[in-house]
């Protein structure tokens, strides 16, 4: 058995012979009796996401992370930041 804390990031998942990309946004994993269970704080799948909406959102985000001055306001800008990334990965896959 495994249980592991996953990152925001890109999954990809084989449905059928296709592979396709799911933006996740941090949550668990576990890995047990030959299983996999994903919970996740939330999902998107790449081919929903705007491409240029992505885009433009991961220019808006490297913005704001670059003038995020306090902690608190750097900490929620990486993160926002991150997921701008996560989302433009998905949808260019």
Do not use: H, Y
Not at 30 to 41: A, C, P, W
Not at 62 to 68: G, K, M, S
Request: aromatic share 4%.
């Amino acid at each position: 058995p495994l249980l592991t804390a996953l990152d925001i990031g890109v999954m990809r998942v084989r449905i059928e012979k296709d592979w396709t990309p799911i933006v996740l946004m941090g949550g668990f994993a576990e890995i047990e009796n030959d299983k996999l269970t994903i919970l996740v704080n939330g999902a998107e799948e790449g081919s929903k996401i705007d491409k240029e909406a992505a885009q433009k959102e991961l220019e808006e985000m490297t913005l704001l992370f670059n003038e995020a001055t306090g902690s608190k306001e750097r900490i929620q800008a990486t993160q926002n930041l991150r997921k701008a990334r996560a989302r433009v990965q998905a949808a260019t896959a």
